[in-house]
Antibody, heavy 120, light 110 residues
Framework: EVQLLESGGGLVQPGGSLRLSCTASGFNFSSSAMSWVRQAPGKGLEWVSAISGSESGTYYADSVKGRFTISRDNSKHTLHLQMNNLRVEDTAVYYC?????????????WGQGTLVTVSS | QSLLTQPPSASGTPGQRVTISCSGSSSNIGGNAVNWYQQLPGTAPKLLIYAINQRPSGVPDRFSGSKSGTSASLAISGLQSEDEADYYCAAWDDSLTGPVFGTGTKVTVL
């Protein structure tokens, strides 16, 4: 059974930093591209960042480029999102998602999400 | 502001057919596959339809997807109470060089 478990969310002040983690199990993690998708309270879904299975490629939404860094540790089946210089508008539930192999925006498994609140 | 526009709401009575539209452009839906997600209240999104009209294992055949030009549609036939959820379309955008999600549609079963 595929499982994705996020952790690391919490309350942080504007300008602060937070590191999210996503622990994966039940599939070949090292060969799977992974993404972070967020959802602000009461709002829709927004893609944040993606990383290829081999770590050769990392991709970011313009809204987080230069502030967020995605990485992975294939030996520990773990995905990370380092978030620096956080803004109030980064407040959201952050989901990690496993990308499928057929269609580019095919996220076939999602974690339960971790809430990040940026507030003074 | 999302590049994929969906109606904010849709509704129907049990057993009815409901259709949700997703309007884009040549840089996203027009040239790329579309996927659909269902988000039940308080839960994570779930893949409902991928590559325009394919259903993952376990998704009832009441759900179907289609695409025409720069628009896509999700149809729910034989609407059931458990279908009450938010639905999102998604596609790659060649201009943004990134994924985009639709604005979302809340389906209510009357």
């Amino acid at each position: 059974e595929v499982q994705l478990l996020e952790s690391g969310g919490g309350l942080v002040q504007p300008g602060g930093s937070l590191r999210l983690s996503c622990t994966a199990s039940g599939f070949n993690f090292s060969s799977s591209a992974m993404s972070w998708v967020r959802q602000a309270p009461g709002k829709g879904l927004e893609w944040v960042s993606a990383i290829s299975g081999s770590e050769s490629g990392t991709y970011y939404a313009d809204s987080v480029k230069g502030r967020f860094t995605i990485s992975r540790d294939n030996s520990k089946h773990t995905l990370h999102l380092q978030m620096n210089n956080l803004r109030v508008e980064d407040t959201a539930v952050y989901y990690c998602a496993k990308e499928g192999s057929i269609s580019v925006t095919q996220y076939d498994y999602w974690g339960q999400g971790t809430l990040v609140t940026v507030s003074s | 502001q999302s590049l994929l526009t969906q109606p904010p709401s849709a509704s129907g009575t049990p057993g009815q057919r409901v259709t949700i539209s997703c309007s884009g452009s040549s840089s996203n839906i027009g040239g790329n596959a579309v996927n659909w997600y269902q988000q039940l209240p308080g839960t994570a999104p779930k893949l409902l339809i991928y590559a325009i009209n394919q259903r993952p294992s376990g998704v009832p055949d009441r759900f179907s997807g289609s695409k025409s030009g720069t628009s896509a549609s999700l149809a729910i036939s034989g609407l059931q109470s458990e279908d009450e959820a938010d639905y999102y379309c998604a596609a790659w955008d060649d201009s943004l060089t990134g994924p985009v999600f639709g604005t979302g549609t809340k389906v209510t079963v009357l």
